[in-house]
């Protein structure tokens, strides 16, 4: 499977952003560190730096090493200094044994190569997370039924499905349920309708407005009224570039995925912002856990305490209205309602 790497040549090329004129080493940042397997880069980032999403202002790309924005177990960082800036260097293979290359066609495997973050907790919700208008879900074709009238069909079953199939909509159909109707915190603005992902199915005939599919995947029992929208055409992001939002927003954590109570490390979260706040995938921002309310016994009144820093979090997949993140750290349980702001 491709893996979405971190992508620091790419950031590099985009120029030096504003925010990022002082960067600040962590007081214990070691001198060189190996990699080794099950590292992420955020994790190897934050061994260096105060501020992990800062990494690319101190990568050096060292143009002896093919493909130097991509970092594999085995290979050795140090950190050194130009023009009193500090500065990565790597140092390609086991035990730092620096490569030679010679003029030839190379290829390096790229699954080998260490993520942002730990990829196995947002792969499905890269290639099937989606959310839809009020109304949209009403008006796609259903299942109408499945093959000899059964009413759960699964992987490989054929099944009838009722509603405008458009030429333009290929062959390939989402099978999904209607899920939670998310509402801005604030405004109460719809912001979508989560689809809940059930499948996949091809459409191999049509007859005026039914048509019959085969099951390629299913992530439980697909029933009769389950919808089928065409393939978004949803572009994977190949690379996460840790940045700071490109102008100040603030949002709202509103709910998180596994019906938790408190929201801990490693949680997926959906935010209240999206594309049309400027955010794009690889955006980091800090978690506030709400201050509580207190009694002042003096004053006789009730007083709220302070919003706390207590988490930091990265957005991986952004819609227009609202966007799934990934909980890099917490100090604290945190819960939805809680804050995002700058970090």
């Known amino acids: 499977m491709k893996k979405w790497l971190f ?34 880069l955020w994790d190897i980032s934050g061994r260096f730096l105060q501020k992990p999403w800062l990494w690319p202002e101190i990568w050096h790309v060292n143009p002896q090493i093919a493909n130097p924005h991509l970092i594999y177990p085995g290979d ?67 299942i109408l039924a499945g093959d000899e009238r059964n009413i759960i069909s699964g992987v490989g079953d054929e099944v009838y499905a009722r509603g405008n199939f458009a030429a333009n909509q290929g062959s390939i159909f989402g099978l999904y349920r209607e899920g939670t109707m998310y509402r801005d915190p604030v405004t109460g603005e719809a912001l979508g309708i989560q689809a809940i992902d059930i499948g996949e199915a091809k459409k191999i005939s049509q007859d005026y407005d039914i048509a019959t599919l085969v099951l390629n995947r299913t992530t439980q029992e697909v029933r009769n009224g389950d919808r089928l929208l065409p393939n978004a055409n ?44 400027g955010l794009s995938a690889g955006n980091v921002m800090s978690i506030y856990k709400l201050g509580e309310t207190v009694r002042d016994d003096v004053a006789d009144t009730l007083v709220k305490l302070p919003n706390v820093r207590a988490g930091l979090l990265m957005f991986f997949s952004v819609e227009e209205k609202m966007s799934y993140a990934l909980v890099l750290k917490t100090s604290r349980p945190l819960r939805v309602g809680d804050r995002v702001e700058m970090p």
Do not use: C, W
């Not at 140092?91 to 390096?108: D, F, H, I, Q, Y």
């Not at 993520?115 to 290639?127: E, G, H, S």
């Open 234 to 277: 949803k572009p994977l992001v190949a690379t996460f570039h840790p940045s700071a939002p490109p102008r100040p927003v603030s949002g709202v954590l509103m709910d998180v995925q596994g019906g938790v109570t408190q929201i801990g490390s490693m949680d997926i979260v959906m935010v209240n912002l999206g594309a049309r706040e």
């Open 7 to 40: 992508g620091l040549a790419a950031a590099l090329a985009m120029g030096v952003s504003a925010i990022a004129a002082d960067v600040a080493l962590n007081p214990d940042h070691p001198d060189k560190y190996m990699v080794v397997k099950g590292d992420t």
């Open 76 to 142: 050795l960082l140090s950190l050194v200094y130009v023009d009193g800036r500090p500065r990565l260097n790597v140092t390609r293979g086991a035990m730092g044994n620096t490569v030679k290359l010679s003029p030839t066609m190379r290829s390096e495997p790229n699954d080998n190569a260490i993520p942002a973050i730990p990829l196995d907790k947002i792969n499905a919700f890269l290639t099937q997370s989606r959310f839809v208008e009020p109304g949209e879900l009403a008006a796609a074709p259903y």
